[in-house]
């Protein structure tokens, strides 16, 4: 290409790009803010209007989730407000033994049984071994009540087995029974949730555990029974059986 000095249009139509090169050439700050800041700038733009609509986009399919998306199942990290708790009211007693599943246990009935005159029994009538009723452990106490009812020997007074063996109570219609008199271990629990006991107790319509001496089902001897004062430090004792009577409070499994 030939530049003309003499006609700068022959230089303009001969090559196009001149006068912008003049420019660049001779203006250099407005050069740089035309051909560089302002297509930069309008590219700016054009990627945060990208940006904004995708944005968008995203915020309306999320919002558009309807109830027939798939769940995403937070059942584990979901309390249960319905699990027994020792102390709670259940089936007609007081909760004071849970087994490992946190559904099965034992409650204790909320008063003290009497047979109608009085709220003290015997053991049993009589002296003498009463076979497999010397179980201590947590669960022997139903068995014990068996074996005591079959071996028993009438006596003075009101049989603390018999006692429990015969009470039940009606709970939304439906009979509950089953009730036995407490292991050793079993009765220990009565002296270990006292407070929590007499509390739903009263508060369905029971009376308090005294500050008594109650009997277990749990044969020491021959001659004699363990039974347990449920206040101050709640010491078990072995009592002579057809002479001693005390407090009776059933217990049953659920």
């Not at 109830?67 to 004071?96: C, F, K, M, R, T």
Request: hydrophobic share 35%; glycine share 10%; aromatic share 12%.
């Amino acid at each position: 290409l030939r530049f003309s000095a003499e006609n700068p249009r022959t230089q303009t139509r001969n090559f196009p790009y001149a006068k912008t090169l003049a420019v660049i050439f001779t203006q250099p700050f407005y050069s740089f803010c035309i051909y560089i800041i302002k297509p930069i700038r309008k590219l700016m733009k054009t990627l945060k209007t990208t940006l904004l609509i995708t944005c968008s986009l995203f915020f309306l399919v999320g919002c558009n989730n309807d109830d027939d998306s798939p769940a995403v199942d937070n059942q584990e990290n979901i309390p249960e407000n319905n699990a027994l708790e020792i102390g709670d009211y259940h089936e007609g007693g007081v909760i004071i033994y849970l087994d490992a599943t946190g559904e099965h246990g034992l409650v204790c009935s909320i008063t003290d049984l009497t047979d109608g005159n009085t709220y003290y029994a015997i053991w049993n009538g009589g002296v003498g071994d009463i076979p497999r009723a010397d179980g201590t452990e947590i669960g022997t106490g139903k068995q014990n009540t068996i074996d005591i009812l079959n071996g028993y020997i009438q006596g003075n007074g009101p049989n603390a087995a018999g006692l429990c063996a015969y009470y039940s109570v009606i709970i939304d219609g439906e009979r509950k029974d089953g009730w036995f008199l407490p292991s050793k271990d079993e009765l220990n629990l009565l002296f270990i949730h006292k407070d929590l006991i007499n509390a739903t107790a009263v508060a369905n319509g029971g009376t308090e555990i005294g500050n008594e001496r109650y009997w277990s089902s749990s044969e020491y001897d021959a001659d004699y029974a363990w039974k347990q004062a449920l206040y101050d430090n709640g010491g078990q004792y072995a009592y002579w059986k057809p002479t001693y009577s005390d407090r009776v409070r059933a217990v049953r499994e659920f």
